[in-house]
């Protein structure tokens, strides 16, 4: 693999292609690519194996359909980033796998910078409001650009806190879609003042199978995750979780157990999450922590060639999927294969109705 670069205007329209294309998540994506060598090269493939595929339909956009999606974010005043570009944030690049392409508006520059994510409640405290904006201001000054969902409550109270130092906010829907509504004067300022940054293509309404992968996109981008005020059941703690599998600092907030909004958290510290009272807790832990790790093989469009796949590993790789969905991290711990070697096996599995990769990127048998 060659190193990074900034891609030609036919790489980005055909990683956007590729990228949009129906039943093509960022496991397929990454499989073909490692398999085929270049994107060029699996949209010239692509036809025939859809031909021939037993497993999920893929249906592919045009040429032209993601011209006019790249046209439309840049009239915005945005940009699509590729997951192979310099300018790709290394918290994202480094996932298992990563997202092959995000947009962007705002203040990219922002992306270059350590970040930590905060989350919690729609139905928070005016206590819990309060200390989301104590910490988002207390990290922005020391540094730190707060991350989060732009959702009600914790998130709105930490974004308006770090407008001056510096906020990203992670849609679920498209780049232009406002959600919820009522933050849409919050919206416009970090439009202006920090950075919008969306997995989904533009003109994307929100669906419910659209906030975890938001939620993933949060936390890749943090060096470290805390959460406050959040029910048993919630968003955030899929947030904690995703940040514990990245390798993330994960830290709450405790609160009262009559509180049902310190379930989240309390059960979170009992699991091994840092305990924070205080801004001076978070940044010791921040700083305690190992950091992200540039991912130093970014070079995914410039493959001489794909990868020639023996039957032996595809086989080998089929015995160690039943019909419990696994990761491709586990499974390359399992296998001894990078996990880029397997996502071009799983995804030959998948062609042959041998495997299944679920929403979220796991793997599993068919039942």
Same mark, same amino acid.
């Given at each position: 693999m060659q190193t990074q670069h900034v891609l030609s205007d036919k790489e980005r329209r055909d990683w956007v292609r590729l990228a949009r294309s129906e039943g093509i998540g960022p496991v397929s994506f990454f499989g073909l690519l490692s398999r085929y060598g270049q994107v060029s090269a699996v949209l010239?493939?692509?036809?025939d194996l859809i031909k021939h595929a037993r497993g999920k339909p893929i249906q592919m956009i045009t040429a032209d359909q993601a011209e006019d999606e790249i046209a439309a974010t840049e009239a915005r005043g945005g940009q699509v980033l590729a997951a192979c570009e310099p300018t790709f944030p290394i918290g994202l690049a480094a996932l298992t796998p990563p997202p092959p392409v995000i947009s962007v508006?705002?203040?990219?520059?922002?992306?270059?910078?350590?970040?930590?994510?905060?989350?919690?409640?729609r139905n928070a405290s005016a206590a819990g409001?309060?200390?989301?904006?104590e910490f988002a201001t207390g990290l922005g000054?020391?540094?730190?650009?707060?991350v989060s969902g732009l959702a009600r409550g914790?998130?709105?109270?930490?974004?308006?806190?770090?407008?001056?130092?510096?906020?990203?906010?992670?849609?679920?829907?498209?780049?232009?879609?406002?959600?919820?509504?009522?933050?849409?004067?919050?919206?416009h300022e970090i439009a202006a003042r920090g950075l919008l940054v969306s997995e989904s293509p533009l003109f994307a309404t929100v669906h419910a199978r659209d906030f975890p992968r938001r939620n993933r996109i949060i936390s890749g981008l943090s060096q470290g995750i805390v959460v406050m005020e959040a029910e048993a059941r919630s968003?955030?703690?899929?947030?904690?979780?995703?940040?514990?599998?990245?390798?993330?600092?994960?830290?709450?907030?405790?609160?009262?157990?009559?509180?049902?909004?310190?379930?989240?958290?309390? *059960?979170? +510290?009992?699991?091994? /999450?840092? %305990?924070?009272?205080? @801004?001076?807790?978070? #940044? $010791?832990? &921040?700083?305690?922590? =190992?950091?992200?790790?540039?991912?130093?093989?970014?070079?995914y469009s410039h493959a001489d060639q794909g990868l020639?796949?023996?039957? *032996?590993? +595809?086989?080998?790789? /089929?015995? %160690?999927?039943?019909? @419990?969905?696994?990761? #491709? $991290?586990? &499974?390359?711990?399992? =296998?001894g294969l990078p996990w880029r070697t397997l996502a071009a096996i799983v995804v030959e599995l998948e062609l042959g109705g041998r495997a299944i990769i679920q929403p979220g990127g796991l793997v599993s048998a068919p039942v």
């Open positions: 010239s493939a692509l036809p508006c705002g203040q990219a520059g922002l992306l270059q910078k350590p970040m930590v994510g905060i989350v919690g409640a409001l309060r200390l989301a904006r000054q020391a540094g730190y650009v707060v914790i998130d709105g109270a930490a974004h308006s806190a770090s407008l001056a130092t510096g906020t990203i906010a992670v849609l679920a829907g498209g780049l232009d879609h406002i959600y919820p509504p009522e933050h849409e004067s919050l919206y968003g955030s703690l899929i947030t904690a979780r995703l940040a514990a599998e990245q390798g993330r600092d994960v830290m709450a907030v405790p609160g009262s157990p009559l509180d049902p909004r310190a379930a989240g958290p309390n *059960s979170l +510290i009992k699991d091994g /999450a840092h %305990l924070v009272a205080n @801004v001076q807790d978070v #940044l $010791a832990c &921040l700083q305690g922590g =190992s950091g992200l790790k540039e991912n130093k093989s970014r070079g020639t796949l023996t039957p *032996s590993e +595809i086989d080998r790789v /089929a015995g %160690l999927l039943s019909p @419990v969905p696994v990761s #491709l $991290a586990d &499974l390359s711990t399992d =296998s």
